[in-house]
Structures are given as C-alpha cells and as structure tokens.
C-alpha cells in the first residue's frame, strides 16, 4: 500500500512540476521586461506616472505563474494576466495600452517569438468607458528582456 502512496505522490509531483515549467516558459523566472512609459498609464484601477518600469514573473514559486510584478521609481504592484493567442509568432516584445477617453491602459504583453501572450483584465470602469466610445486605438511600446 506505502508504494501505491509513494508511486501517486511522485506522479502528482511530477504533473505539477511540468504544469509549472509549462506556464512558464513564455515568461521565464529570471527574465524581466525593461521598458520606459512616455505617458501616465493604469494597471487594474491604479494610475502609475510616465517613467522607467520592469515587469517580471513574482519570486515565490508557490505563486501562479500568471501573477506579475511591475515595478517603478514611485510605485509597484503585483497583478494577474489571462492569456492571450494569436495565430502568428509575436514580431518583437511589447506592451501594447488600450487608449480610452484619453486614458492609457495596460492590455497586453507579448514576447518576440511567441504565440501566447499575457491580458490584462478589464476593470468594470475600462468597460463601461469603452463601451460609451466608438473607437479604441492602442499603443505599442517596445520592450527589452534582460536578465
């Protein structure tokens, strides 16, 4: 019975593990994105000023592999991304900002060479903002990976 218990244990181990390695292999735990923001932007609610900013995976491995860390030179927050798909390779690495009613939200990140990419939510707020506009540009701002 202890080996059917030991054997179970190691499978489960051994799922969990992969799952883990898997989520993050498009954002590696030592990768972090370096970009400078030319304009004030929202991350879920919370206004972050025009600056120099990383993103990278959170640190605790017991953490979901889709929580993120952004941080800045006034301010920091951890949030949570949905992934994202395309049919095609991304190009480069990016952030790309849903602009609404003048106002720049954080929408996507996407890393050169992969087709899945990281969502932002949409508050409640974002929502009913674009649903009362016609048309939502985005922008696109280059990012580096260092390490």
Known sequence: ??????????????????????????FG???????????????ENKVFPAGDYTIAPTENLADSSSLLILRGEKRSMVFDTISASSTEPSKTTRLIFDVVDGTNYL???????????????????EKRLIAANKSMPQVVVPTSTDF
């Open 107 to 125: 929408s996507q990140i996407w890393l050169q060479g992969e087709i899945t990419g990281m969502e932002i939510p949409k508050s409640k707020f």
């Open 1 to 26: 019975m202890s080996n059917f218990k030991f054997t179970f244990l190691l499978t489960a181990l051994v799922l969990v593990l992969g799952g883990v390695t898997a989520a993050n292999a498009q």
């Open 29 to 43: 735990f030592a990768t972090a994105l370096k970009v400078h923001i030319p304009n004030e932007f929202v991350v």
